[in-house]
């Protein structure tokens, strides 16, 4: 983690903002916009508040604001302008824009103002498909090229990780009319649970029966579940864990606790790309992303 950079060159901050280099070079040359620092080779490299002045230019030009006006700008004054229309204007690409402004600044008003806007308009589910589910993606090419801290990730996923808790909780639990029940786990040392924790809320919108364990899981702890009379579907996915060559370990591990059962088994996410072309004596899917899961349930 001490690899990750507190600076940010001007091609992070053209990955983050979606404004071309060339575009960020005129606005620092003609209206003085961004005041990079140097190198000892002189080569720029920016700040956080660079970074941060640089969302909120976006923000307020891509909502009709001049540059040549924003400009002449104080910091505060910035800031409290592109608050106000991040609270006015949360739909989709504006709303990622803000949730990056509030995730880069630990704004928690911003993100629950842009949220609440974002819910007058659309539903949760549209909200979650149509606009954290891209601003999460954007947010893992972030996270792949060291362009955040692991702060600005935890801040944010918890942020979200409430909405999804609140609205699982509001929903109605009603009886399923199965005899199956969904136990939803991640691996040892695995901590990025929003995909999981948003299927969860899907199951149980969908009338059916589900226990959420969280986090880092022991896979031993699987059996305890087989004294239950009911039909189980465990369900896992994996970000970063196992590591690629633990990957066939770990599902060696999951055959041999299984094979003897008729339960089934999901696996979600990268990592399965090591293992899904090989056999196994239990039923077992493979699945890249959670979306692609309920597309089939």
């Not at 001490?2 to 606005?27: C, M, P, V, Y």
């Not at 899907?202 to 880092?216: K, P």
């Not at 899904?276 to 979306?291: A, G, H």
Request: hydrophobic fraction near 40%; proline fraction near 3%.
């Amino acid at each position: 983690m001490n690899n990750i950079k507190q600076d940010f060159t001007i091609k992070d901050l053209e990955n983050i903002s979606g404004i071309k280099a060339h575009t960020i070079r005129i606005w620092e040359k003609r209206y003085n916009l961004l005041v990079p620092q140097r190198t000892d080779t002189n080569i720029r490299y920016y700040s956080h508040a660079n970074l941060q002045k640089l969302l909120n230019t976006v923000l307020l030009s891509k909502n009709g604001f001049k540059i040549s006006k924003i400009a002449k700008m104080s910091e505060e004054e910035l800031k409290i302008q592109a608050r106000q229309v991040a609270f006015a204007t949360a739909i989709n690409d504006e709303a990622i824009n803000s949730f990056k402004l509030a995730m880069l600044q630990f704004d928690k008003v911003l993100f629950n103002n842009t949220y609440d806007k974002l819910l007058h308009k659309k539903p949760f589910r549209e909200i979650f498909k149509d606009v954290f589910i891209p601003f999460l993606e954007h947010i893992g090419l972030l996270w792949q090229t060291d362009t955040l801290l692991p702060a600005h990730e935890h801040f944010i996923s918890n942020l979200i990780a409430q909405k999804i808790h609140i609205n699982t909780e509001n929903l109605q639990y009603g009886i399923s009319d199965t005899n199956k029940t969904y136990v939803l786990f991640l691996p040892e040392n695995e901590i990025h649970d929003l995909g999981l924790l948003y299927l969860n809320y899907e199951l149980v919108l969908r009338g059916h029966h589900t226990i959420y364990l969280g986090q880092s899981l022991p896979l031993n702890n699987l059996s305890y579940f087989f004294e239950n009379k009911r039909d189980l579907c465990f369900i896992t996915s994996m970000t970063v864990q196992p590591y690629d060559d633990k990957v066939a370990p770990y599902f060696e591990e999951i055959n041999y606790i299984l094979k003897d059962t008729d339960h089934k088994f999901i696996a979600i996410g990268r990592q399965t790309d090591f293992v899904k072309d090989n056999n196994y004596e239990f039923d077992i899917s493979f699945y890249n992303t959670v979306t692609h899961l309920l597309k089939e349930l």
